[in-house]
């Protein structure tokens, strides 16, 4: 007989995380016996008495665990259906309820068990189930001919452009050093499906939020029984379901279904959470019935299937995950969204929003794997880089894409098959250093040197202020143009992305996009503080790190031009929300314009460095290209609810921000309620409203300790708690006042680098794009702010600087998956709106 093929469940890993580790050790080395010689004497694969499916099998692993498959047998071969691990007396005691069945209507396998919250009840026999399935089917394929038919029409007469096209050549926006380009058209209608959300973006100020009541979904019991294929039962009470029944519901439901719930909760339109499940296979039985092994077999097999289900038959990838020992869920089973974020072909710069938690870094890195074998599966040796905003970030990136793939190799250099994962200043650096040539550098700073330094700090602006004041070149030192911060601002954002050299190019140039108007006389003024700068800058053969990114798109653009070639065939950016113009400029640089050329992850709600940036300035044109997870895989409902209300108070029109030119449908979502949404629920959020800073130390050490003996009780490690404040100063007090309160912690900040045994204690801004099963936001009281009015020099920074206060709560809370405490001393900050904190 053949090899049998192994098929993974997405209930089998998080079992496998329970287990000791040399016990998962000993279930993967099961698994490959069980697929080569499952007649081996040394393998005990077990029967069981009065089961609800014959097949059902126990397998022995050692003398205390069991891991539970079904034996698939076609054509004499075996498929193994592995469901979970799991200690003896459980296993046989979970065993005899588990039965497979094929969803007639959706064609997809669930693993279901009598026990199930949600049976069956009402609804159809048998026989109307697969009636209503074969004409369901029809159904679907004439709607796909019907598709397919309008889009031929489409592209023969050219009437409308598809999203992809209309992104396409030549809707680049601005050139850099260029005239400004006239606004692309807006759409003249939103589709009607999107009409709510894009009246949503352009409320100005939400009330504060109402807890949800009512039915959330907006579709009916009959829909989803009849077009869903859900169970009766849960349809019906799914239909009238308020949200937190519907949260419940989900939750209850262990198979595809519960997801199902949550992408219509979304907004997600029923047929496509049919276009992402649905198998296409015919066949099956009703709830309560397992199905024939041949429906079961077929439905495995589909595509679609593999959000729940992957097949270990040839797929080297899946082999490699389960030898590494690290078994979380998302190395294998993705959201059908996330996968077609992973698989899409883009015909340029492609973007994925969505907030916290909703795997976009995931998504990531699968598809800088995927494109790296891709390109390996060709003969070819695509050189990709995967970058980010911290060399923080970038190392934890680079674990990722290790765990993954640990064959694929990762050079330290730029230009170098494999996946390059670095911080993007890094990147800048590397390109400046390594240049044989660096004459383009006079380009955009107007001189050159053959050894640069990268030292130049903020407060030199002050110094090349004060040069111009005693040149007598400023009339009023008190004038917001002429302060360090709109002159930072002003130079990254206009002079060197448009290569300005000269006074007389500087009164000429567009400066669309900033807030404040400068007459001729002013922006005289502003070019001679930045003259100053520039000077100084020479003098000393110094280069910031916004200057370090233009020039280091300048040496790559030349280099091009006298080549025909570019560094990178691949660019993936993720926390594109914090970069800043003469970074993308240089990402641009890096990788011609086409096929897979750059992807974007990005959070605009989580933008706590830089201020908002048109992509489509810097060559990077997005329009019709960017999508929105909507899942948060993180943090609970009850956590990310708290977030969000955090983000409700600010008024975020990211489409104003950054891209005026796309929809705001495509890019709203924080703010959203029903368009971002929680795959599981938790305890509510703790409140800690203490007297004073000593009571609000004392209330946090006792919540500490408390969560770590039950941490460590359950065999964890206490590192996964975080205790997160606003400023360094407040971490120092903090950390200082819990060792005097005998309680370990680690203080984290740029140079320490964080070990287990011990809960970290760092900034909201070190939090980013870490996470923590429990977290603590520490200090929240009316002082936590920054004074934003201090460092703004109008209207339009004193909003985004408002803004980014709140992102940066918002940042801080979804770093929790469990456990979230909130502590304040005196009155809480006026950033958090819910009544309990209030
Ligand atoms: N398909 C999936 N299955 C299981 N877990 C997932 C899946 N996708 C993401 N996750 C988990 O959700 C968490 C958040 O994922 P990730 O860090 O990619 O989100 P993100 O959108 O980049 O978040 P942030 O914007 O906060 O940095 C991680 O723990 C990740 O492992």
Redesign the pocket.
Known sequence: MSDGIIAISDTFLPTLQQVPREVAGQVTSTLEMLRTTPESPGLHVEPLQNVKDDRIRSVRVNRKYRVLVFRLNSSGQNVWLVEGVYNHDAAYAKAPTLYLRMNPISGTTEIRSDDDAVQTGGGYSEEEVRSRAAALAAEMAAERLAEQQAAEAERVTGAEETPEAAGGAGAGGEAPAGEKQAEPAQPSTVPAAQTELALDGDEPRRPKPEAPTGPVLAVTAQQLIDDLGLDPHLAEQAAGADDTTLYALAEKTKNWQGTALLDLATGTSLEDVRAAYFTGVTGGSAVGTPSGTEDVLQSLSAEKSQANYRLIEDDTALAEVLASGSF???RI???PE?KTYVEVNTRGPYRVT????????????HRAVRLARKSAESGGSARIVLTTYTRTLADALAQQVRALAPSIPRPDALGAPGIHVTGVDRIAHGAVTSAQDLTPMADVLGWTTRTPKFSRHAREWDAAIQAAAAADALRDRSQPHVTAAFLIDEYREVVLPHRILTEVDYLRVSRTGRGTRLGRAQRREVWSAIAAYREGGQRDSALDWDETSAVAAAILDARAAATGERVADHVLV??GQDLRPTQWQMLRALVAEGEDDMFI?E?SH?RIYSNPVKLGRYGIAIRGRSRR?KL???TTAQNLDFAVSILRGGDFDIAAMEDDDLLSSEVTHGADRGTFRSIRTGPEVTFLPAVDLADEIEKVAALIRQWTEEIVDEGGDPSTIGVLTRFNKTRDTLVRALDDRGLRVVSVDRNTSYRGGAPLVMTFHRA??M?FTHVVLFGVDDSSSVDVARSAYDEQTLEAAELQERSLLY?GA??A?DQLAVAWAGTASALLETGEAR
């Open positions: 979380e869920k998302w089973f993705l959201h996330q969505g907030g916290a938690g909703t795997g976009k870094t995931v998504v990531l890195v993720d926390e992850a959070d989580q997870l948060n895989y993180r980013k794009g996470e940042v979804t770093r998956r």
